[in-house]
């Protein structure tokens, strides 16, 4: 082999590993936050990756929906029984034409506006911060009618098919439910359960999935079974309630750094 293709392949192996550690890192701190409090990975991993330019949007995308699918279906073992199926359907009957919607976007402003793209995704996030800690008091909760899940869904579904990051509007939704802490984590990972396998299908019928996306997919797989085994066995000593305020300042540290870079 010619010594300049084996030097040409040592270098690109060598900017896979400094970008696939990290990438595996992130993905690890994200996972744990998912797990405990059943939101965040897609907007801790999208936002993070793409701060420090680790790789494009629409690649962290790709793994985001993988390594979601894998933590939604550790976490909801056994668990199905507790939700309202009705919910979960009407929600994602919403999110499907939503995310083809997004796709759609990304394809777009990832060609010509990738600088836009940053700037929504880091309103995005700080909006999703803040919807998530301004939740009503309980008293106040009552169940929301069902066009209100289809809404919610189709606006995730736009969030989802750009970024791979469709929590923030049913989070919205959600906690505004007079479902306990622990159910509402369970609605969201089922959602994102569908979401994930409608996405990656979409991803691969557009004919959009690479052999890189699919490397690093293959690789975090594992990291994420762990970290999930970890917080289910072993959570840490503080409330679903504390998480999601330490999910809020993570996400409004990552926000900003997306929108005043």
Not at 29 to 48: D, E, K, P, R
Not at 152 to 176: D, E, K
Not at 178 to 201: E, G, K, Q
């Amino acid at each position: 082999m010619p010594r300049n293709r084996i030097n040409s392949l040592g270098y690109k192996y060598i900017m896979l590993v400094e970008t696939l550690l990290p990438f595996m890192a992130i993905i690890a701190v994200a996972t744990y936050v998912q797990s405990i409090a059943g939101f965040a990975l897609g907007m801790i991993v999208m936002g993070t990756v793409t701060t420090f330019n680790l790789v494009p949007i629409a690649f962290t995308s790709v793994v985001i929906s993988s390594v979601t699918l894998m933590n939604s279906i550790f976490i909801l073992k056994g668990c199905f029984g507790q939700l309202n199926k009705r919910i979960v359907i009407i929600t994602v009957a919403g999110m499907l034409p939503g995310m083809f919607i997004g796709l759609t976007l990304l394809e777009y402003l990832s060609s010509s506006f990738n600088e836009v793209l940053q700037t929504i995704l880091g309103i995005a996030i700080i909006g999703a911060g803040i919807s998530m800690i301004l939740k009503s008091p309980h008293k106040d909760r009552k169940h929301s009618k069902e066009p209100t899940f289809f809404c919610a869904g189709t606006a995730s579904g736009i969030l989802n098919g750009m970024f791979s990051m469709g929590g923030p509007p049913l989070v919205y939704i959600f906690y505004r439910q007079p479902f306990t802490l622990n159910l509402i984590r369970l609605y969201l990972l089922s959602i994102f359960f569908v979401s994930s396998i409608s996405r990656l299908a979409m991803v691969g019928i557009r004919g959009e999935l690479t052999s890189d996306m699919l490397l690093f997919s293959a690789v975090c797989i594992p990291i994420v079974l762990g970290v999930s085994w970890l917080a289910k066995h072993y959570p840490p000593p503080i409330s679903l309630d504390t998480m999601r305020k330490i999910a809020f300042c993570m996400l409004m540290v990552i926000g900003s750094s997306l929108l005043f870079r």
